[in-house]
């Protein structure tokens, strides 16, 4: 009897729990996995790629060395042009004569090949003017040293106008010069006035006993004949004006 008792007290607390509101474990939200950004890769270079940037690359880089050595090869061909020409004209002035002249410029600058052509040839003939100029001062030097009969002369200039934008006169001047010399004399209004007016005469002797001032050729003096005189008009040396005078010669004898 206490038995079926206490199983009736249980009964009401049981179904009691029965009736209590359950919750499903499939209406709950399910976990988010966390999200992770990744990059893709970029797209790598396959070996054809690569070895086309590497051609493209030299073509380039030949292509700014051959623009750098075509300015190059000009730059030489015009000093070595301006040079030939400055050595020919020393050469005739100081020998009286003309020498043999080579054809300096080329059909087009253009042409890498035919420049580097012409500037080797340039090297070559500037190098043979040079030598000339080389030899043609050792003998000025031997007659200054051992002259003979004719290898000297005494020039004095006189009455000396020079006429110019400012005109002036100038002092008389006395200088020797030995064959086949040229030389840059200054006249000058007034030596003892600072800042005088004044204007450079280059005089020549040549080999060839002529007598040139200011690239005018004076005359012809054989040495058979000591002493001359003559009056004389030369351009000035910008060509801007006319220096006058009178001029006296002397050829040394031995």
Same mark, same amino acid.
């Given at each position: 009897?206490?038995? *079926?008792?206490?199983?009736?007290?249980? &009964?009401?607390?049981?179904?009691?729990?029965?009736?209590?509101?359950?919750?499903?474990?499939?209406?709950?939200?399910?976990?988010?996995?966390?999200?992770?950004?990744?990059? =893709?890769? #970029?797209?790598?270079?396959?070996?054809?790629?690569?070895?086309?940037?590497?051609?493209? #690359?030299?073509?380039?880089?030949?292509?700014? @060395?051959?623009?750098?050595?075509?300015?190059?090869? *000009?730059?030489?061909?015009?000093?070595?042009?301006?040079?030939?020409?400055?050595? $020919?004209?020393? &050469?005739?002035?100081?020998?009286?004569?003309?020498?043999?002249?080579?054809?300096?410029?080329?059909?087009?600058?253009?042409?890498?090949?035919? &420049?580097?052509?012409?500037? #080797?040839?340039?090297?070559?003939?500037?190098?043979?003017?040079?030598?000339?100029?080389?030899?043609?001062?050792?003998?000025?030097?031997?007659?200054?040293? +051992?002259? @003979?009969?004719?290898? $000297?002369?005494?020039? +004095?200039?006189?009455?000396?106008?020079?006429?110019?934008?400012?005109?002036?006169?100038?002092?008389?001047?006395?200088?020797?010069?030995?064959?086949?010399?040229?030389?840059?004399?200054?006249?000058?209004?007034?030596?003892? $006035?600072? @800042?005088?007016?004044?204007?450079? &005469?280059?005089?020549?002797?040549? =080999?060839?006993?002529?007598?040139?001032?200011?690239?005018?050729?004076?005359?012809?003096?054989?040495?058979?004949?000591?002493?001359?005189?003559?009056?004389?008009?030369?351009?000035?040396?910008?060509?801007?004006? =006319?220096?006058?005078?009178?001029?006296?010669?002397?050829?040394?004898?031995?």
């Amino acid at each position: 009897m206490r038995i *079926l008792r206490t199983g009736f007290l249980f &009964l009401p607390l049981l179904l009691a729990a029965c009736s209590l509101p359950t919750i499903s474990t499939s209406d709950r939200a399910p976990a988010q996995e966390p999200v992770v950004k990744t990059t =893709e890769p #970029s797209e790598a270079l396959t070996p054809k790629q690569t070895a086309k940037e590497a051609v493209v #690359s030299n073509i380039e880089a030949s292509q700014e @060395n051959n623009a750098e050595s075509h300015d190059e090869l *000009l730059a030489q061909y015009k000093r070595l042009e301006l040079l030939a020409k400055q050595n $020919v004209e020393e &050469l005739e002035k100081r020998l009286g004569h003309s020498v043999d002249k080579k054809e300096l410029s080329i059909p087009s600058t253009d042409d890498s090949a035919l &420049l580097k052509s012409k500037v #080797s040839e340039l090297k070559d003939y500037t190098g043979q003017l040079t030598a000339q100029i080389v030899e043609l001062d050792q003998r000025v030097e031997q007659r200054r040293e +051992h002259p @003979n009969k004719g290898d $000297v002369l005494q020039l +004095h200039l006189s009455a000396v106008e020079v006429a110019k934008d400012r005109a002036f006169k100038a002092p008389s001047l006395v200088g020797k010069w030995v064959r086949g010399e040229s030389r840059i004399v200054k006249l000058t209004e007034n030596f003892l $006035v600072e @800042n005088a007016m004044s204007e450079p &005469l280059n005089v020549t002797f040549t =080999e060839s006993y002529q007598i040139v001032i200011n690239q005018k050729l004076i005359g012809t003096f054989a040495p058979t004949r000591s002493k001359y005189e003559l009056d004389f008009d030369a351009p000035t040396a910008d060509g801007a004006g =006319e220096v006058s005078g009178t001029l006296k010669l002397r050829l040394e004898s031995e």
